[in-house]
């Protein structure tokens, strides 16, 4: 069965460094791969989408990789804030019109 | 709106009472996406509508649950007889559709069964 995994226990970083977060998938072959930040309380919010054929995308101080053979996606946030603290969700895209399929998240926290 | 709106935000009922949820997406959104997040974990997936036409429905826990799109805007989350077990957390997001959208997610409806 399609299984996404995301690390389930919370990461810690002092400020100013950087937060990798994993992604690990078996059992699918996502389209796309996004990520999210949701906050305490809120829905998630979209961040950023790498498509398959992809090996890298940066937003400012974000970056993600996609490595389709070893079915990997990583989230790094560079120079960390506290106010990156969050927690962060994958999401497989299938393409098409099909559905979108999230993992559970990793929560960070940005220690000053 | 500028963004996903869901009604109510809060629910409280009692055990074997029907409950309604609504979705109110961006507008022209082709796709319109139901979840459950459980405290601590990622939104599971419920169903999913293209336009009016509901896609998928597999991830619906049982027969209780139903969900239409009847004009390809708002939509509406119905569970039936509701148990102590549905109380979570119901989130609707849009996209505009096809594959490498953004979901846009609204706040959810916090549903307790009492």
């Known amino acids: 069965s399609q299984k996404i995994e995301q690390n389930s226990e919370a990461l810690n970083i002092q400020e100013g460094k950087t937060a990798t977060l994993t992604c690990n998938y078996t059992?699918?072959?996502?389209?796309?791969l996004q990520w999210y930040r949701q906050d305490p309380g809120r829905g998630p919010v979209f961040l950023l989408l790498?498509?398959?054929?992809?090996k890298e995308k940066r937003k400012e101080r974000l970056k993600v990789t996609f490595d389709t053979t070893l079915k990997q996606s990583l989230f790094h946030i560079t120079a960390s804030q506290p106010a990156d603290s969050a927690t962060y969700l994958c999401?497989?895209?299938?393409?098409?019109?099909?559905?979108?399929?999230f993992g559970t998240g990793t929560k960070l926290q940005v220690i000053p | 709106g500028a963004g996903v709106s869901q009604s109510p935000r809060y629910k409280v009922t009692k055990r074997g009472q029907d409950v309604a949820l609504r979705c109110d997406p961006i507008?022209?959104?082709?796709?319109l996406y139901w979840y459950r997040q459980a405290l601590g974990q990622g939104p599971e997936f419920l169903t999913y509508?293209?336009?009016?036409?509901?896609?998928?429905k597999s991830g619906l826990p049982n027969d209780r649950f139903s969900a239409e799109r009847p004009e390809g805007s708002i939509s509406t989350l119905t569970i039936q007889r509701t148990e102590q077990r549905d109380s979570a957390m119901y989130r609707c997001?849009?996209?505009?559709?096809?594959?490498?959208?953004?979901?846009?997610f609204g706040d959810g409806t916090r549903l307790s069964i009492l």
């Open positions: 997001a849009s996209s505009a559709g096809g594959g490498g959208q953004p979901q846009h």
């Open positions: 059992n699918y072959s996502p389209a796309y």
């Open positions: 790498i498509r398959e054929n992809e």
């Open positions: 999401a497989l895209d299938a393409g098409g019109y099909q559905k979108v399929t």
């Open positions: 507008s022209g959104h082709v796709s």
């Open positions: 509508f293209n336009y009016e036409a509901q896609q998928d």
